[in-house]
């Protein structure tokens, strides 16, 4: 059932330079999840007014286990390691798997998009886009070692404290966490 909503926050508490999304979710009342969305919703702080329109939510089935696919999808992974160099402190790269088959987030200075297919634990990644800001030099080389080892994932998998494995054949791996 669709629910009316309105977020307004005062213009001086974003940051033009920053990056936002808006994410929903609806829990009970244990805390668990009941629907998310599962598509980003870029922000551009330099508006005075957006209409992000209808925000779709997907449900998320109770009491069965999720598949591996299903896992991926339904938030936003913090990566906390590209390569076993841990990130840049205070950089934020993220991963959301879309049911639109595409992962989005943002590299720590620019905003992505990749296709991607899973098949049981494997993971292929098509081509992708970037924005095209300009990123201080520590930055553009997390950046580049991140959308490399993305452009090649062939597999991932969940450890035994939830965190999100990806790998590629090379071994090179990526690290994020809900």
Known sequence: M???????????????????????????????????TDTTHLIDPTQAAIDLG??????????????????????EWKVEDIGGRGIIDFTHV???????????????????????????????VGQGISTQRACLPALRDQERKFLQILS??????????GALILSTADGETLTARR
């Open 2 to 36: 669709p629910i009316a909503f309105t977020l307004n926050l005062p213009g001086r508490e974003l940051d033009p330079r920053g990056r936002y999304a808006v994410r929903g979710t609806i829990l009970d009342s244990l805390g668990r999840l009941l629907w998310t």
């Open 94 to 124: 993220s991963l959301v798997f879309g049911h639109d088959s595409r992962i989005t987030g943002v590299t720590g200075c620019n905003s992505y998009s990749v296709p991607y297919e899973v098949s049981g634990d494997r993971l292929s």
């Open 152 to 161: 090649e994932l062939t597999r991932f998998k969940f450890s035994e404290t």
């Open 54 to 75: 209808a925000l779709m939510m997907v449900r998320v089935a109770a009491g069965e286990e999720p598949t591996a696919a299903e896992r991926l999808r339904g938030g």
